[in-house]
């Protein structure tokens, strides 16, 4: 086995986190997720500083942990680099000794200087920690985990002990050096433009569970259910009621899809780069602006459809857009629209549909809207 | 004058010896005892913080009561030691260390307790996923770390202990050459109105004190840790 194998069932008082995950041998995947999702608590699983009640984590011909057959290998045997989140740089070592301290005797003096060197880091060699900037201590960290040539790089949230304006900075050295790596990168993150430029792949976790996970362009072009669809920063979302051969609707109108709709869509996600005022011949519900506002070289128009559902638009800064108050038309271009689910756990969902669900399907696959008792039910759900 | 000449000073020996052991037992003991209680959940932490904590409230002469019944020649503790020595632990040289270890132990637990749960955690994870042994991060992560706690410690501690008059009186009961340590003999002069001598003691002690505080304190200032590569 080539790549990373990692399935783990990890319980702590009431949270459960239970991943089952392959990732080839290369490359960043990007962990994205809520405050208390459990994605930095698998990237402690996967570094050795927690145990799980039950696991299995190999990485290329290494076992790493393997509860079955009683094997675990202690974070310090497991040959790993880790930048944590607010680096836990060694406060009493200066940079030098703090890039040196995981590599052996023979060598160290040598490899160290490599580092200072390819990180930018001269002259400040003898300097402590609390004499550095931001990006030099996210730097030194990076060093320190690099310099020992790690199997496999844990990244905990590399960006977020940073302001915004020395982020992009620090992301674009970021991006330059992970694209030199031969090894993989785990990052653990909840920045979506970090993710966007530095993942190939993204795993899209929510309390304790994988919701999605695919390479980038796949997951943020379509998240598969509503929870997801939030994380990946999707805002305009549309509830759907009912649902007939090849259209879903809702109160805010009758939408035509591609195919026909899965009896588990309950949510409807376009992105706002995709959606147009009207110029004929696309699929379009009426819409009153409600606000623009100018993003450099995109506006951004704030609207509201017929039951009061906000939407969100983007169009080039050249392109006039609706007054505030005024009413249009605002076209759904079919290929643009993203199906979503409920977002509750998918291999469940899959594996045992609740009857109540069920019926409420069979009603919709006949066509007439839903009751309002069904419809005060998938409210409160989504609520 | 003449009381300075003819002054003994093997109380005041004494009493840096039982310092010094009584400190560097404390210190090895401690350390275990500050991190569990800086890191466990167990329910039997309240009882044990409450336990080590005692002596601060305890007048000395109740310790001193118990610990004299405990150490001495009918005492649990005491026989074992009879058996083995020959001779009971009370008014002896190692009862009295005993018996400064249990007095002085919240002085050193308390600081190192504090140093522990202020330690950064993350820095000896980082340690540990550079690949070094349990040994090395004591050493280079977690000792650094909580060094102002331990020099707290060693310096409450050790100050205590040379100031303690009560229990030392109890258990040891001031013979001289054996278990006479300043404070006690302090205690001595001014009971034969020896004055000269216990101002000498008293003065030595006091400037002593003082010495130790403002050494460790500038150097714990100034300490940086050396570049090691």
């Given amino acids: ?131 550095l900037s931001g990006g030099q201590r996210q730097r030194v960290a990076l060093a320190r985990a690099l310099a020992r040539e790690p199997k496999l790089l844990l990244l905990d949230e590399p960006l977020s002990a940073v302001d915004t304006d020395l982020r992009q900075r620090l992301r674009d050295r970021l991006l330059a050096i992970v694209a030199t790596l031969e090894h993989p990168v785990i990052m653990v993150t909840h920045d979506l433009v970090e993710t966007r430029q530095l993942a190939d792949r993204i795993g899209v976790i929510v309390g304790g569970r994988m919701h999605r996970f695919g390479t980038t362009p796949e997951v943020f072009d379509d998240p598969g259910d509503l929870q997801s669809a939030r994380i990946l ?51 379009g519900l009426d819409a009153r602006a409600v606000r623009v506002r100018e993003l450099g070289a995109i506006r951004e128009l704030q609207c ?17 857009v609706p007054a505030p108050g005024e009413r249009f038309r605002l076209c759904f271009p079919v290929q643009h629209l993203r199906p979503l689910i409920e977002g509750a756990d998918r291999t469940r969902i899959a594996g045992h549909r609740p009857a109540a669900r069920q019926q409420e399907v069979e009603r919709f696959g006949s066509g007439p809207p839903a009751s309002r008792r069904q419809l005060g039910d998938r409210q409160a759900k989504s609520a | 004058m003449d009381a300075q000449e003819g002054l003994d000073l093997t109380p005041v020996w004494l009493s840096l010896e039982l310092a010094g052991v009584t400190v560097a037992l404390l210190v090895v ?24 904590a005692l002596p601060l409230v305890l007048p000395p002469t109740v310790l001193g009561f118990y610990l004299l019944i405990f150490l001495g020649a009918s005492g649990s503790a005491g026989e074992l030691w009879t058996r083995i020595a020959g001779h009971p632990l009370a008014f002896r040289f190692p009862g009295l260390v005993i018996a400064s270890c249990i007095y002085s132990l919240p002085f050193v637990v308390q600081p190192l307790q504090a140093a522990f749960e202020g330690l950064d955690r993350r820095a000896v994870e980082a340690s540990f996923t550079l690949g070094a042994s349990r040994t090395r991060t004591f050493l280079r992560v977690v000792l650094p770390g909580i060094r102002r706690g331990l020099i707290t410690a060693v310096v409450l501690g ?70 090691r590569l």
């Fill in chain 2, 29 to 52: 003991l401690c350390i275990p005892l500050a991190r569990w209680l800086a890191r466990t959940r167990s329910p039997f932490k309240i009882p044990v913080e409450a336990v080590t």
């Fill in chain 1, 304 to 320: 509201r459809l017929i039951d009061g559902t906000p939407l969100y638009v983007h169009r080039p800064w050249n392109e006039p």
């Fill in chain 1, 1 to 131: 086995m080539n790549g990373i194998r990692i399935d783990l069932d990890f319980r702590r008082s009431d949270f459960h986190l239970v991943v089952d995950l392959t990732l080839p041998s290369d490359g960043v995947t990007a962990i994205l997720g809520p405050s208390g999702s459990g994605k930095s608590t698998l990237l402690r699983l996967v570094a050795g500083l927690e145990r799980p009640e039950r696991g299995l984590i190999q990485v290329g011909e290494q076992p790493w942990h393997d509860s079955a057959r009683g094997l675990w290998v202690p974070p310090q045997k497991r040959g790993q680099g880790m930048v944590f989140q607010d680096y836990a740089l060694f406060a009493n070592m200066t940079v030098a000794a703090n890039i040196g301290y995981g590599l052996p005797w023979r060598g160290r003096k040598r490899i160290v200087f490599e580092w200072i060197e390819r990180m930018d880091l001269n002259g400040l060699e003898t300097r402590f920690p609390h004499q």
């Fill in chain 1, 233 to 283: 920063g999707w805002r305009n979302l549309l509830a759907v009621r009912w649902m007939q051969t090849g259209a879903v609707g809702g109160d805010w109108g009758r939408l035509a899809l591609e195919g026909d709709p899965s009896p588990e869509i309950a949510w409807l996600g376009v992105r706002p780069e995709h959606l147009r005022i009207a110029d004929g011949g696309v699929q």
């Fill in chain 2, 158 to 227: 050790f100050a205590h202990t040379l100031g303690e008059f009560g229990v030392v009186l109890m258990v040891g009961g001031n013979i001289p050459g054996e278990t006479q340590v300043v404070a006690t003999a302090i205690y001595e002069y001014v009971y034969i109105l020896d004055y000269d001598s216990a101002g000498v003691l008293s003065a030595g002690l006091l400037a002593f004190s003082f010495l130790v505080l403002v050494l460790v304190y500038g150097a714990n200032r100034r300490w940086h840790a050396e570049l």
